[in-house]
């Protein structure tokens, strides 16, 4: 059974840091593109970062120079550094693994910039 599951989400101040986590279990973790998205209320899932299995990144233009993405494939585990988060970061985080027509999705994990 594949599972991918989030963690390091809460609340932080402007300006502040988090990592998130996401491990995962039940794939070929090395073969697949690893992605966060995320949505805040009301509006559509939009995505942060992936990065292929090759390390090649790609991130949204809202996030670039504050956001790094990396994997650890000993570990089965891709990583979100937020670093100078701003309200407008707010959001539920997702994961996501996808390799050929195969797309996988964590639950989330809420984010929450606020002084």
């Known amino acids: 059974q594949v599972q991918l599951v989030e963690s390091g989400g809460g609340l932080v101040q402007p300006g502040g840091s988090l990592r998130l986590s996401c491990a995962a279990s039940?794939?070929?973790?090395?073969?697949?593109?690893l992605g966060w998205y995320r949505q805040a209320p009301g509006k559509q899932r939009e995505l942060v970062a992936i990065?292929?299995?090759?390390?090649?990144?790609n991130y949204a233009d809202s996030v670039k120079g504050r956001f790094t993405i990396s994997r650890d494939n000993a570990k089965n585990t891709v990583y979100l550094q937020m670093n100078s988060l701003k309200p407008e970061d707010t959001a539920v985080y997702y994961c996501?693994?996808?390799?050929?027509?195969?797309?996988?999705w964590g639950k989330g994990t809420l984010v929450t910039v606020s002084s």
């Open positions: 990065i292929t299995s090759g390390d090649s990144t």
């Open positions: 039940g794939i070929i973790f090395s073969a697949y593109t």
């Open positions: 996501n693994g996808r390799r050929l027509i195969v797309n996988y």
